[in-house]
């Protein structure tokens, strides 16, 4: 894989250097009273820089509630996040957006791309949106990493699904963000296509140390990270260092008995 | 199918309500137009049964002429009135003098417009004659003391007992005794009136003569009227008439028939302009609807709906729509009759009474407003019903059609046809076809919008990369359906296309009366009435040639006659000074030498009769008096001096009325303007309502009168531009919904709120610009078109008003903001997660 000597991107300098992202005694409850859905009740979660994390669960467990409050895209009931020094509940929208904008990378399911821009211009999106150039250098680097080089002029619409998750994991490394979340990055993919995107993701972690969430069903994606947290009910039950399908699916097993 | 069809209705109230709004307020100007103008018919004919009062019949002079549509009638001598008297079976008969009589508020100023008529009236006391009651004070009993309308003595300001003027046109001074009103009402329709008495009249209104325009006669109640005009008629005069009651109903309202007439298809084509920006409005919120439930319908198909059963969802779902928004139009209509009431009543074309929404008005605004909606429903309707199943199972992409071959074919064509038909009608100066080709280019373009929307959305959008990414989202987000945003601009284009065209005709016609004051207007100053379009007295022009301050004086005049069986109003004026000052372009002959009975002519009219120099052509006037005149020139401005000129004195000695519209005063060598100015103002100080102006200030009057018929049009147009605006809104809407996903994932990946808006703002204001930078074009395209094909003759000389359409551009560009600014806000509003996780 050809790699560029890139250092892993840290502006701000933090008070735990290598912690990304931290979760303290998060809950978040939906609705009131007796319709009232407990999504998370007190999760607490670090985030190691560099790292690539798994979180697995069964559905309904709250993953996707947890990624999207870590991202800043929704607010906890309760508990605090932070991305880097940053608590985010102390932000107001304008700087959650600007959060988002150049410390965040997103990678979605589906819906990635903007169907009017090509490639090349969904990738520079959020470097454009906050005014800025991004760096040509940088760009080409990830690009040819994911293996776009000659689909960059093209729209969405002209790429295979595969061709397209692997714009969005483009565009989510182009700001060099702290943290790239993604939820079931591979849901829509074939298993060839998925496993590109997964050791791509992986690579990304290992060689540019960007660090990654990702939120999966799929024991097998959850192969490709350095760890794996499971979600039951709204609580981190387990916690796997280099996870294996059999070790996943056997604590996975162990929920529902 | 109807299930589905009312669920589809409730569930998309909202996009519906856009649709609705077109359809409501197209419907509602139709409406309007119809109450207005009925209601304005059923004034007037209120008034003009009202002004018949309870006369039986009327005797009048035999002797008429008919210059332009307008009926100058002959007087009957004062005695016939004791010959009515004496006949067996009338119960009461009464002499009624009229003429023109302006009357002068306290700062002398004119009071009324120089719409409806300004009248002076013989005060009849008796109910049965006369419409006019006491409302206040008393009869006028002296010659100087008059009794004014309710509706002008508000106007003015005059209380009883106050001292003016009125102006007959000589400036009479009067004491205001008393008000009265017309059938109950404060005036007829605005028609000013100043009654004087009997002798009032006779000195003032008739000249002195002792001659009358009416006898009004009232039968005694048994009488048999038939039997009565007939014993009457046994007694008139070589000369005189009587009509019965119905004849005298019918004559007056066929005066305002005229007017009405004129009125109704101008109204009706601005509601019709407002129907077709309204249709585009609608049939795009249509096609946006039925391509977003492209999915939904090939779910229906794929479970077994037929086609049939498809495309009668959407007809059914329009009829509901458009029923229902063609009633709330309906009652709307109410509303714009009300403000049209406004508008007309501006230019004192508003008779009051009640506003009056008949069946048929009712039926029409119901019909058409249905009928629009469901044909304009039609083509996406189909569209929808040629859904394939299949295409329930995949992504399917909303709404891609593009620009369309065959369709950029018919339009090429269609423009080629339009540009052909213009060159020709401009070459032989046909108007007919240059119109055709004008209006045929005009939907051309709106055919050809569409494969335009791309590469003119592009050029015009290109100030937009200086905003960034947002610029370009909204750039190409605009151009991303061609069809969508060619039908939204369209809308937008034909009302722009309009105003500029309105805004181009009235800046030619300023540019034509400067040219034509340029080229055959030689005085320095001009004298006359105040409002500039009153009359003049003769005089005036006699006292002003005689100051030695002035050069040459002539007045402008003008009197109906028949010359050789042409009924016509022949000016009339010094024509021994006129040609110093005014320019006729004489062909053939002298002007100086058109003195006593002679005459000179138009070319065209010479032509026409077969008329030479030296052809002897008889004349005769409405006052009984006749001859012989000599043609002694032949001209070719007939601008400015109409189809034939003879000399004032001789008609006068003739007796023949002369009414100056205005005197053209050359001022001597070595007097300046202002000292010309203030001779002629302390000279003319004793005739009140004259006002002397200069050549600029003189033409301003005119340039005013054409501003005034501006603001009406612009007024009328405002609507379909507001249709338009909600149609713009709609799409962006409609778009923003479509687009819900997309909008979540900006906002994800860090598009701020100020950008969201902005990006919908500037998509907005690319559509708006588009639509009118379009409508620009072609309006001023088809006004080039017809005003080069009205020939150099005309008085129109084609200018581009820079300023003003300037100004039609950039209210174009804010009105793409306004349109906007809903649903720039909501799609800021999105909450990003529900963006995304909405599938
Ligand atoms: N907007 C919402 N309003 C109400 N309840 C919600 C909302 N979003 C999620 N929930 C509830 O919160 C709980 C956690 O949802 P979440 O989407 O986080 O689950 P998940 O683990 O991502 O599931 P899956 O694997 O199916 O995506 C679920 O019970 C869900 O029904
Ligand atoms: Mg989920």
Partial sequence: MPTTAAPTSAPTPTPTPSIAAQVRSATKVYGHGDTAVHALRGVDLDVATGRFLAVMGPSGSGKSTLMHCLAGLDQLTSGEVRIGDVELGSLRERDLTRLRRDRIGFVFQAFNLIPTLTARENIELPSRLAGDRPDPAWVDAIVSTVGLGDRLGHRPAE???????????????????????ADEPTGNLDSRSGTEILRFLRTAADELGQTVVMVTHDPVAATHAHEAVILADGRIVDHVGSPTVDDVLARLAALGG | MLQVTLANLRAHKRRLLATSAAVLLGVAFLVGVLVQTTSLQAGFDRLFRAES?????????????????????????????????????????????????????????????????????????????????????????????????????????????????????????????????????????????????????????????????RIVVAAEPDADVAALERSIRAELPEGAEVIDRATFEAENQDQVAGLLNALRPILLSFALIALVVAAFSIYNAFSILVAQRTRESAMLRALGATRGQTLRAVLVEALIVGFGSAALGTVAGL????????????????????????????????????????????????????????????????????????????????????????????????????????????IAVAVLAPALARPVGGVLGAPLRLRGVTGDLARTNAVRNPRRTAATSTALMIGVAVVALFTVFASSLQAGLDRFADESFGGDLVVSAGSGFGDLDTDVAREVAALPEVDAAAGLGYAPLDIGGRQIFVSASDLAVAGRIVDVGMVEGDLADVQGPSMAVAEGVARDEGWTIGSTVPWRSVAGTSGEVVVRGIYDNEEIAGDALMSTSFL???????????????????????????????????????????????????????????????????????????????????????????????????????????MVRWESVLIAVLGTVLGLVAGLGAAWALIASAGPDSLLVFATPTGALAVVAVLGGLAGVVASLRPAARAARLDPLAAIAAT
């Fill in chain 2, 53 to 213: 009062a309870d006369i039986d019949l009327v005797v009048r002079s035999d002797r008429v002429i008919e210059a332009d549509d307008e009926t100058f009638r002959g007087r009957v001598p004062a005695s016939v009135l004791d010959a009515v008297r004496a006949t067996p079976g009338v119960a009461a008969a009464e002499a009624d003098i009229r003429g023109t009589a302006v009357i002068l508020d306290r700062d002398g100023d004119e009071v009324g417009t120089p719409g409806p008529p300004r009248l002076g009236l013989t005060w009849i006391d008796d109910p049965d004659l006369s419409p006019y009651r006491i409302e206040s004070g008393r009869a006028p009993a002296g010659p100087d003391e008059v009794v004014i309308d309710v509706a002008s003595a508000d106007a003015a300001g005059l209380a009883i007992g106050d001292r003016t003027s009125v102006l007959t046109p000589d400036p009479v001074a009067v004491e205001v005794v008393g008000t009265a009103t017309f059938a109950g009402e404060d005036s007829q329709g605005g028609v000013t009136a100043a009654l004087f008495s009997p002798e009032g009249a006779r000195q003032h209104l008739a000249g002195g003569a002792d001659e009358v325009d």
């Fill in chain 2, 335 to 442: 509303g714009v009759a009300a403000g049209l009431r406004a508008l007309l009543g501006a230019f004192d074309l508003d008779v009051g009474g009640p506003l009056q929404l008949g069946l048929g008005t009712i039926v029409v605004g119901l019909g058409v407003g249905t009928l629009i909606t469901v044909l304009c429903a039609l083509g996406p309707a189909v569209r929808a019903s040629r859904t394939a199943p299949i295409a329930a199972l995949r992504d399917v992409s909303v709404d891609r059609t593009g620009a369309g071959r065959v369709r950029s074919g018919i339009g090429l064509a269609m423009a080629a046809l339009g540009v052909a038909l213009i060159g020709w009608g401009v070459a032989d100066t046909s108007l007919a076809r240059s119109g055709l080709g004008a209006g045929l280019a005009i």
């Fill in chain 2, 652 to 758: 006068e000695d003739e007796g023949v009325d002369v009414r100056d519209g205005s005197v053209i005063v050359d001022l001597a060598d070595g007097v300046s303007l202002d000292q010309g100015r203030r001779a002629l103002e302390t000279a003319l100080d004793d005739r009140a309502g004259v006002v002397v102006r200069d050549r600029q200030e003189y033409l301003d009057l005119f340039a005013a009168q054409v501003q005034q018929v501006l603001v009406l049009v612009y007024g009328m147009l405002a609507l379909s531009i507001v249709i338009a605006l909600i149609g713009i809104a709609n799409t962006l809407s409609l778009s923003t919904i479509e687009r819900t996903h997309e909008l979540g994932l900006l906002r994800a990946v860090g598009q701020s709120r100020g950008q969201t808006r902005a």
């Fill in chain 1, 159 to 181: 790429l295979s699904g595969g061709q397209q998750q692997r714009v969005a994991v483009a565009r989510a490394l182009a700001t060099r963000p702290d943290l790239v979340f």
